[in-house]
């Protein structure tokens, strides 16, 4: 059974870091690129940032670079997203998903979602 579990999630202070996981089983991870996405309330599901599959290249969404870092540990299974410096409009739920292939900004274009993780940043 494919899964996709994220992690991590919570409430942080303006200025506090946090770390997302994203735990994949039922596929060989290897094989896809994960990318992280967010979707803030009334508002759509948004790229945030991606990983090929290897680790040696990722891309972020301006917003966010500078203060997040994706990486992965294949022999773990495991994407992470470290979040730095955290404002309120940081605040969603935040999913990793897998695509075969190069990863791509469009959430439509992935095979396999997890069920989100809550990051609520706030004083």
């Known amino acids: 059974q494919v899964q996709l579990v994220e992690s991590g999630g919570g409430l942080v202070q303006p200025g506090g870091s946090r770390r997302l996981s994203c735990a994949a089983s039922?596929?060989?991870?290897?094989?896809?690129?994960i990318g992280w996405f967010r979707q803030a309330p009334g508002k759509e599901r948004q790229f945030v940032s991606a990983?090929?599959?290897?680790?040696?290249?990722?891309d972020y969404t301006d917003s966010v670079k500078g203060r997040f870092t994706i990486s992965r540990d294949n022999t773990k299974n495991t994407v992470y997203l470290q979040m730095n410096n955290l404002s309120p409009e940081d605040t969603a739920a935040y999913y990793c998903?897998?695509?075969?292939?190069?990863?791509?900004?469009?959430?439509?274009?992935?095979?396999?979602w997890g069920q989100g993780t809550q990051v609520t940043v706030s004083s």
């Open positions: 990983i090929s599959f290897s680790g040696s290249s990722a």
């Open positions: 039922g596929f060989n991870v290897t094989d896809y690129d």
């Open positions: 998903a897998a695509k075969r292939g190069a990863w791509s900004t469009r959430r439509g274009e992935y095979d396999y």
